[in-house]
Nanobody, 114 residues
Framework: QVQLVESGGDLVQPGGSLRLSCAAS????????MGWYRQAPGKERELVAA???????NYADSVKGRFTISRDTTKNTLYLQMSSLKPEDTAVYYC??????WGWGQGTQVTVSS
């Protein structure tokens, strides 16, 4: 069972930035694709960013140009750099493979509010 531990969430003002991290308990070097997902209150969990083993990045339209996904295979860690944050980015953020066949971690709360 792979363990995923997300961190880096916080309360931030609109326009602010955060960097999320996701540490995996196994190697992610050979994983085809990993992604960051988020779930806002009362909404379905959605994929916001993904990265393939070849380094190809994909983003939801709502975060394109503001979020950047990256990974460090030597640390088995996935990152999400978020900038120009908006109140609608408020959610619990999770990482997983794509499609999300691993168990979910506890997530990290991001709250964007003045």
């Amino acid at each position: 069972q792979v363990q995923l531990v997300e961190s880096g969430g916080d309360l931030v003002q609109p326009g602010g930035s955060l960097r999320l991290s996701c540490a995996a308990s196994r190697s992610i070097f050979s994983v085809n694709a990993m992604g960051w997902y988020r779930q806002a209150p009362g909404k379905e969990r959605e994929l916001v960013a993904a990265i393939t083993s070849g380094g190809t990045e994909n983003y939801a339209d709502s975060v394109k140009g503001r979020f950047t996904i990256s990974r460090d295979t030597t640390k088995n860690t996935l990152y999400l750099q978020m900038s120009s944050l908006k109140p609608e980015d408020t959610a619990v953020y999770y990482c997983n493979v794509r499609p999300p066949i691993w168990g979910w971690g506890q997530g990290t709360q991001v709250t964007v509010s003045s």
